[in-house]
């Protein structure tokens, strides 16, 4: 019997499948093997350009040629070099000073677009212009705008009798600096306030309501209702839009290519000049690269300030 | 010069030489009766591809296809033209370069061939056979396109840039003469054009042909440069300091904003009637003929003065062409710099560029664009009068990459408005410099 059993005792089949294929049909794998696409795209298109810059920013390199490792060198005559630090100046104050006031015009204009305005879908449209201009066609109006000889503006304020003398916008360095960050804010306010206005409309009307009927006032329903559900979004678009700003090229390059001496210049248009222009390939990138730790501390500030939870509950920070 | 030109970004246009149509049959029999005698024959199937700067005269570019046509019949060798905007042509020139592939030949500014020269064709005997049959190369030609005793690359021409000025507001200033040919008589003229509410004005922003070209005239003409024949920096100079005090007073008596124009503002300034002296290429003059504006006959063209150095201190722009050597053509690379330089095709190619571009070769002195009009004449002699980019110091990539980097602009700059005082100016770019030449 005993013997009988253990004859017909159930054959285990053990299937020596390889690690790979193991790997192909594994589900805790599965999910990887979905990813892989976008990560292959990520690394290839984000992380290799990024390792790349940083990579060369410690090299000699020129353009077209590969160059030496030189470790910090680069970076240690920047330090010393007073064009670099006008532009890390240049770029912080067009950063801050253009950033701040296209929150606060575009989230006026978001609140005002969120009322019920006749031709309201009109307005909505016409707000979004300047953002859908191409950059460097409003730039070049705004070069034309700005110009020494041909302005408008001073042509206007001449003609009502206002000022004797054209105004020097872009030959004076700080006349130039406001006039190129009062052209990115005309060019950012529309995607700060659509957003904005996006967010409004997710916020529930029957909260003003309850809250009217508590006696609150438009400032309250403002700051205790609107502001803390907008958070969340303003963490998003001042993110975006310090990124953008920080970053940008076109404008200054377009109108003023960093002059008067220097005075425009922002760390993005400076490392292109040297680094294509000039062919200082390892330089251009090192100026580039230290651009980083001022965008991470810009995410950071967003991400994990605004987006904290008790803010947005209106309550205050412990 | 022409802004629109000067900033035009990435073009890509393309234009396929060979299928255009030569208007001249004697264009044509000319350059079947080269192709005959040249000592320079082309490949069987050779093709090349050229990359060249954008133009900035139409008429220019449309005589250079034609000729290229021309080419093609010739001796069968097709050539397709790429045009980039002249800051662009050197990046890309660069990357061939250190690739081993794209254009077998590439034409751009100054001294392109010494960002590498060993990447270079040889064009020893090309440069020789044309200096022996046109009266020899300029100087400056062959400072830009000798490497040692090989030239690596042919500068086919210069760009002028003059001084631009209202011959009636010179008059009623008092200069019925012209522009004074000594730096303190055009310091009096300005002031004078100042006193009479017709001010003069040059570009002191970021202006890559115009505020490069006035701004190494002013430091050159008071005997200062940026750097030895060693290349060492020897900016920092009393000399310098003195041309900053210079501009400064010329910068005083102009009108105000110039420290923000770029390469078009003085065109407009000046078409406009805002300004009555400038510098320029011959593009307001032509404009002023194309668009028949009354501006043509009131104006006229004038050498920069001579400042204590006491010789021409002028820089113009040079436009020199290469071959890579990893053209499978050499021989039509060569043939084709060639054809582009005797006297049938160059005298009509000059002629279509308006004397916006002057030859590099003696014998051209004789074409007939420079007689045609006495208004282009000092034209003819902007090879000649120009030092090469970098002066006293080697014609390579540093002195190339401190015109690119405006830094006398920006010293001059710095000073005229007012920002630093000539002397901290030119400390502050004589750093700049010891940056580059590091």
Redesign the interface.
């Known amino acids: 019997m005993a013997d009988t059993a253990l004859d017909h005792a159930p054959v285990l089949v053990v299937e020596h499948r390889s690690f790979w294929e193991r790997l192909k049909v594994s589900r805790n794998w599965l999910g990887f093997w979905f990813m892989l696409p976008t990560l292959t795209i990520l690394l290839a298109f984000l992380l290799y350009p990024l390792l790349k810059g940083i990579w060369l920013s410690m090299t000699d390199a020129r353009i077209g040629r590969s160059g030496n490792f030189v470790g910090l060198e680069n970076f240690i005559w920047l330090w010393g070099d007073s064009v670099f630090w006008v532009s890390v100046f240049n770029t912080l104050v067009y950063t801050s000073f253009a950033s701040i006031v296209k929150f606060a015009i575009g989230l006026y204009l978001a609140i005002l677009l969120n009322n019920n305005l006749p031709f309201k879908s009109v307005l909505r449209a016409i707000i979004l212009l300047p953002f859908i201009v191409p950059t460097v066609l409003s730039a070049i109006a705004f070069w034309w705008i700005y110009d020494a000889q041909f302005s408008i503006i001073s042509w206007t304020l001449t003609e009502l009798g206002l000022i004797d003398q054209y105004v020097n916008f872009l030959g004076d360095p700080w006349n130039a600096r406001w006039s190129v960050i009062a052209a990115n804010i005309w060019r950012g306010v529309p995607f700060v306030a659509i957003t904005l206005l996006a967010g409004l409309q997710t916020v529930s009307p029957s909260l003003y309501e309850a809250a009217t009927i508590d006696g609150a006032t438009p400032w309250q329903n403002f700051r205790f209702i609107t502001y803390p559900l907008l958070t969340p979004i303003i963490a998003v678009v001042m993110t975006f839009s310090v990124l953008f700003t920080f970053t940008d090229f076109q404008l200054i390059w377009a109108i003023t290519r960093g002059g008067p001496a220097n005075a425009t210049h922002l760390m993005a248009t400076l490392s292109y000049q040297r680094a294509i222009l000039g062919g200082y390939m390892g330089e251009g990138a090192a100026i580039a690269t230290a651009m980083i730790p001022f965008l991470l501390a810009a995410i950071m500030i967003s991400w994990f300030g605004l987006q904290r939870r008790k803010w947005q509950q209106g309550e205050s920070d412990d | 010069m022409d802004k629109f030109s000067r ?1 035009s970004v990435l073009q890509g246009t393309t234009a396929l030489a060979g299928g255009m149509a030569i208007a001249g049959s004697d264009l044509l029999g000319w350059a079947k009766a080269w192709a005959q005698e040249t000592m320079f024959k082309t490949e069987d199937g050779a093709k090349l591809q050229l990359l060249r700067w954008k133009r900035f005269i139409q008429s220019e570019e449309d005589t250079f296809l034609e000729l290229m046509a021309a080419f093609t019949q010739a001796t069968g060798c097709e050539v397709e033209v790429l045009n980039e905007s002249m ?1 662009d042509v ?2 890309k ?6 690739v081993g592939s794209g254009p077998d030949i590439v034409w751009g500014l100054f001294s392109l061939p010494h ?2 020269t060993d990447k270079c064709l040889d064009l020893t005997d090309l440069a020789d056979s044309l200096g022996e049959k046109y009266g020899g190369w300029i100087p400056a030609a062959e400072k830009y396109g000798k490497s040692g005793d090989t030239w690596i690359g042919l500068p086919i021409c210069f760009g002028g840039n003059y001084i631009n000025y209202r011959i009636s507001a010179c008059e009623e200033a008092g200069f019925s003469d012209g522009v004074p040919e000594d730096n303190e008589g055009f310091l009096e003229l300005c002031k004078a054009l100042n006193g009479i509410g017709k001010p003069a004005g040059m570009a ?3 202006a890559t042909g115009d505020g490069n070209a006035w701004t190494h005239w002013a430091l050159w003409s008071h005997g200062a440069a940026m750097v030895d024949e060693n290349d060492k920096v020897i900016l920092d100079s009393p000399e310098a300091v003195a041309a900053c005090d210079y501009v400064k007073a010329l910068n005083d008596s102009w ?8 390469d078009g ?1 003085n065109n ?2 000046f078409l ?1 009637g ?1 300004v009555s002296l400038t510098n320029n290429g011959i593009s307001i003059y032509q404009k002023g003929i194309d668009d028949g504006l009354d501006i043509k006959d009131d104006m006229d063209h004038a050498y920069y003065p001579i400042g204590p150095a006491g010789t021409p201190t002028e820089l113009h722009i040079s436009w020199t062409m290469l071959a890579f050597q990893y053209s499978k053509y050499p021989m039509a690379c060569k043939a084709l710099m060639d054809f582009l330089l005797q006297k049938e095709q160059y005298d009509k190619w000059l002629e279509g560029a308006k004397a916006y571009l002057t030859h590099p070769l003696n014998a051209y002195d004789n074409a007939p664009i420079w007689t045609s009009d006495p208004k282009r004449t000092i034209f003819r002699d902007c090879g000649k009068r120009t030092l090469v980019a970098g002066h006293r110091g080697s014609v390579g ?1 540093k002195a ?2 401190a015109i ?3 830094i006398v602009v ?1 010293m001059f ?2 000073a005229a ?1 007012g ?1 630093m005082s000539s002397a901290d100016a030119v400390k ?1 770019a004589a ?2 410099a010891e ?2 030449y ?1």
């Open positions: 900033r800051d050197q990046p020139a660069s990357v061939a370069a250190n960002l590498f002191l922003g970021h009108i105000p904003g110039t420290a923000s124009w770029n503002s407009k300034a406009a805002e990539e190339a990459a690119a980097e405006f920006d700059a710095n408005t920002q502050d750093r700049k940056r580059i590091r």
